[in-house]
């Protein structure tokens, strides 16, 4: 199980749902606009503390459930610039209170179980998609459950989970990297090669999904077609030190 871990990557990456805010930002006085999207830039520039900044001038904790408050959108950029700058508490905060203020939409309640994941609370993490599905069907919302399952190594309901979200949305290609993670924990190494395949298929620029398809062709005893696979892996994402190894393990067992 180690070795899984070790020459297989998740990859998750978690993108800032950005569209949603410039929605609800069409709403709001001009004035708070400009301050709003001057953070938005700076944050956008890695200028997170300058960004918080701004933020933290327009800011007016008592209008947040007014209408046409900016808060909402203030309080979810911050939340994300917290989570970059690894201040999870912080992040937390202005998410759950992005949560209570606009209770039907789903993309707090997914932003806070994601950064659950990143700090392995897992039980955290279920719950908050768990939220989000009593409000929407969302697929990322059982991707997540399918990592919090993986994460806590209860691999056939990890299965399940991702299996949904796939069927919900069929082009979730980091849904069918984590379905052949757990499909190679749980020792099904075909059908850990198909699922990488459409992994693969949907995003073949992807350096994980690159090295997971061809860690599974060494499973499968498949040197040639690894090799073939490892090297667009490594040249995808040459400073990335588990691929490096990969490669110079498919490299040894070419030559032996």
Not at 3 to 24: A, D, Q
Not at 85 to 99: D, I, Q
Not at 169 to 182: R, S
């Amino acid at each position: 199980m180690t070795t899984h871990k070790k020459i297989f990557l998740r990859g998750i990456e978690v993108k800032i749902k950005l569209s949603c805010i410039i929605f609800f930002i069409l709403a709001i006085p001009a004035l708070l606009f400009a301050d709003y999207n001057k953070a938005l830039k700076l944050f956008e520039q890695g200028k997170y503390d300058d960004a918080l900044a701004e933020i933290a001038l327009v800011l007016d904790v008592s209008k947040d459930f007014e209408p046409n408050s900016p808060n909402y959108n203030l309080r979810y950029l911050a939340g994300h610039i917290h989570a970059k700058k690894g201040n999870y508490e912080s992040a937390l905060t202005h998410l759950k209170r992005c949560a209570e203020i606009q209770k039907d939409n789903v993309d707090s309640l997914i932003d806070i179980a994601f950064i659950y994941i990143d700090q392995k609370r897992y039980a955290d993490a279920m719950a908050w998609a768990r939220k989000a599905l009593q409000i929407k069907q969302a697929p990322i919302a059982y991707y997540i459950l399918g990592l919090s399952y993986s994460g806590i190594g209860s691999y056939w309901q990890a299965k399940e989970y991702l299996e949904k979200a796939i069927s919900l949305d069929p082009e979730m290609y980091y849904a069918y990297n984590e379905l052949g993670n757990v499909l190679m924990l749980l020792g099904r190494i075909t059908q850990a090669q198909t699922a990488y395949s459409a992994a693969y298929a949907l995003a073949p620029s992807s350096a994980y999904v690159c090295n997971n398809l061809a860690m599974s062709y060494v499973q499968a005893s498949d040197v040639k077609k690894a090799l073939e696979i490892i090297e667009k892996a490594r040249k995808l994402a040459p400073d990335n030190a588990v691929i490096v190894e990969n490669y110079n393990r498919i490299i040894s067992l070419k030559n032996k």
